[in-house]
């Protein structure tokens, strides 16, 4: 019988050991895990403070960028509101010495669409200078004056948008 029991206290000895051991693998385990845990939400924390930061500087960028254009688009719309009645009235010229608006269109490298927007823009031709020439001009007269008459538009133009 004394053997029973040394072998009953023997078993229950490494049992307890065991039980020890694997005690001492689930703490440390539990410590690995913890600290990987932390880290994970240390650096998750890092990465939505950074995401909310690019967000920020994205949209100050796009408000920079819509106000920039904005601007430009002022600045634009006040170049062409100078330029186009300057243009129109040139063209408001051309048309007076009977020349049709594809002929304008090609004396001045306008596209025809444009030439017909701006002369419908233009004021009326009260203050224009009216032909009294009562037959159309000859295509030879018309070729030896259009491109004057072109150089002299162009240099206005020009003049006028620096």
């Not at 819509?66 to 100078?82: F, H, M, N, P, S």
């Not at 009326?124 to 159309?136: K, L």
Request: aromatic share 0%.
């Amino acid at each position: 019988m004394g053997k029973t029991t040394n072998d009953a206290v023997t078993a229950r000895e490494t049992a307890r050991k065991r039980l020890l051991a694997l005690n001492a693998d689930r703490a440390a385990r539990d410590a690995r895990i913890e600290a990987a845990a932390a880290k994970v939400i240390t650096t998750a924390g890092k990465l939505t403070d950074a995401t909310a930061a690019a967000d920020s500087a994205r949209a100050e960028a796009r408000t920079a960028f819509e106000a920039a254009l904005t601007r430009i688009d002022a600045t634009r719309a006040a170049a062409v509101g100078k330029a186009e009645p300057a243009v129109a009235a040139g063209l408001v010229e051309l048309t007076a010495e009977k020349l049709s608006p594809a002929d304008v269109a090609a004396l001045t490298d306008l596209p025809v669409a444009e030439v017909k927007r701006l002369l419908k823009s233009a004021p009326a031709a009260s203050s224009a200078p009216v032909a009294t020439v009562a037959a159309p001009v000859p295509a030879a007269t018309a070729a030896a004056v259009l491109p004057v008459a072109v150089d002299s538009v162009r240099a206005d133009a020009a003049a006028l948008a620096g």
